[in-house]
């Protein structure tokens, strides 16, 4: 009997092991001490990133990366490719690990109060960098780190209404949005909205979700093309888009800066090429290197430091004439 028992005990074993090893999602799986100071003052942080659709995105993720190393805090990075559930699996995943602190920019701005409530319930303190959440509960997060997307839009409207103050209009604009949702994409949209209504030649002919991307660009400026004869005006909530609809406006035979005016937003190295070559007319930077401060908020907040309940990122906007001599200079 008691060599059968063994036998068993030895067969649970191997199995119990067998499922810890497949149920972690991180490639530096393993369970960190727990939330709270170590004798060794390791910090262990959770990032759950949206995903890399952008040339932003690989930017803000690299700053992140490098400054965890340079700051000595222990980073378990997830990728979301976009999607809200796998960010979430991703919370939790980092809360079951018992990480320090968590760290995310939330892909859309709802649907968040439930995990956050668990990260809250696990003594975890979570920091929001670069996009925001709807939520009534301002408790569920200790600061926000990232940019005024509303800020961002009404530059882009400001840009405009310089561009065509000697002009009666009418100007068609077209508007590529970003991914369906998010933050940045409600508030770029209302920002510029907010700018251009106080001129009625303005007029926004056709609105769409290019989901940030080159590719979906392309083709929602093509499906944009097929449709209006009269365009004026691009508006692109980012860089990626942007790109992506001039190759479009090209292969209709227009001139992108030119036949179309084309604003965009980030300020990606590319961006800045097209400006040199008069392709964007202007590019409202939206700065994705957020590392540094990001660790410097870790650091504080897993130590129950306070912190500001609010930490923005400076940016500036670059017309075409100061794109050459920026160009060197661009860290992204
Ligand atoms: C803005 C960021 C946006 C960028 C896009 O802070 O969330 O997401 O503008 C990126 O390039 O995809």
Known sequence: MARRTAVLAGIALIASTALTACSTENPDS??????????????????????????????????????????????????????????????????????????????????WDTVLKEAKDAGIPVILTDRAVDTQDTSLYKTFLGSDFVKEGRSAGEWLTAEYADDKGPVNIVELQGTTGSAPANDRKAGFAEVIKGDGKFEVIASQTGDFTRAKGKEVMQAFLKSHKDIDVLYAHNDDMALGAIQAIE???????????????????DA?????????????????????????????????EDVPARVETEEGVFPQAEAEAALPGRRY
């Open 30 to 111: 393993g369970t960190a001490p727990g939330p709270g100071a170590k004798p060794d003052g390791e910090i262990v942080l959770g990032f759950a990133q949206v995903g890399a659709e952008s040339g932003w995105r690989t930017a803000n993720t690299k700053s992140v990366q490098e400054a965890a190393k340079k700051a000595g805090i222990t980073l378990k990075f997830s990728d979301a490719q976009q999607k809200q559930e796998n960010q979430i699996k991703a919370i939790r995943t980092f809360i079951q690990q018992r990480v320090d602190v968590i760290a995310f920019s939330p892909v859309v701005e709802s649907g």
């Open 251 to 269: 292969e209709a035979g227009k001139q992108p800066g030119k036949d179309i005016k084309v604003i965009s937003v980030d300020g990606i190295k």
């Open 272 to 304: 800045f090429v097209a400006m040199t070559q008069g392709k964007i007319n202007v590019v409202v930077e939206c700065n994705p290197l957020l590392g540094d401060q990001l660790m410097d908020l870790t650091e504080k907040v897993a130590a129950g």
